[in-house]
């Protein structure tokens, strides 16, 4: 097989168990040549299994909150440090206590939205900020973070994320501008199919909609690994044009008005 990131470097952020996208994303950085600093929380650490992670990649962990500039900037140097310039960040973080406690939208505790901004979006601003401050990325690397299109859609359970992720989309755009000017270093984000991973599952109803996404997309939910593959391509050198994008990974849900299906579903409970 050939090695798509043989020699790159990088930093993953958000591992927490085999279910997340992250993990995923860690394992196939490896099969194809890649190294890279593993990172999450340090409260997340303690609930997930990133060290059997790291031993599986060969990976060092170094645990950063991401809403803290003094731990991004302390990632980084040491990131650098051990690498060098890096090729390729991924940020796969996202967390909202309103949805946690089940607090309603039209009830929203607005400290909490303000906790779910900072660490689901606004650290992405952080992560960006401090790597492009410190010239921390090589020419033509890749920044990636992960997505929703709730940050487009409504859906109602997914609440005040769907806001963090229209801002998180925004920075993409944003400092993509900035950064391609710089060195050419590509930003993008990837709106993911509905997954079965141990945050996803969080979300009110979430089995309902991820067998309804699944109905009404004509290739299927696209599941955690075969979101890892889209990611190593766009970390590789085959996507040196692709910045500022929004792109839909989510088996052709997006541009569905309904399926055939669902359409069989509706029918059946007016009969």
């Not at 696209?222 to 050198?237: I, M, R």
Request: glycine share 6%; aromatic share 10%.
């Amino acid at each position: 097989m050939s090695k798509l990131l043989e020699g790159k470097k990088g930093i993953i952020f958000g591992a927490l168990d085999e279910k997340s996208i992250a993990w995923q994303v860690a394992l196939k950085a490896k099969e194809h040549g890649a190294e890279f600093i593993l990172t999450n929380a340090p409260i997340a650490m303690r609930m997930g299994a990133i060290n059997d992670l790291a031993k599986l990649c060969d990976a060092e962990i170094i645990p950063a909150d991401a809403t803290s500039n003094e731990d991004l900037e302390n990632l980084i140097d040491q990131a650098v440090a051990k690498f060098g310039k890096l090729d390729f960040v991924l940020h796969s973080i996202g967390m909202s206590l309103n949805v946690r406690k089940k607090k309603a939208y039209t009830d929203i505790n607005y400290d909490w939205m303000h906790k779910t901004f900072d660490i689901s979006a606004i650290s992405f601003h952080r992560v960006m900020q401090l790597l492009y401050k410190k010239e921390a990325m090589n020419d033509w690397g890749s920044i990636v973070a992960l997505t929703y299109m709730a940050a487009q859609r409504t859906f109602p359970d997914y609440s005040e994320m769907a806001e963090s992720k229209s801002l998180l989309e925004s920075f993409a755009r944003s400092f993509g501008y900035h950064f391609g000017l710089v060195n050419k270093v590509r930003v993008n984000t990837i709106s993911q199919s509905p997954t079965m991973t141990t945050a996803g599952s969080g979300v009110g109803g979430f089995d309902a909609f991820y067998n309804y996404a699944d109905k009404m997309s004509p290739l299927g939910n696209a599941d955690a690994a075969s979101c890892a593959d889209y990611c190593v391509s766009l970390f590789s050198d085959l996507t040196r044009m692709v910045t500022m994008q929004n792109l839909f990974h989510d088996g052709g849900f997006s541009n569905m008005g309904i399926s055939q299906e669902a359409m069989e579903i509706f029918a059946d409970k007016q009969s």
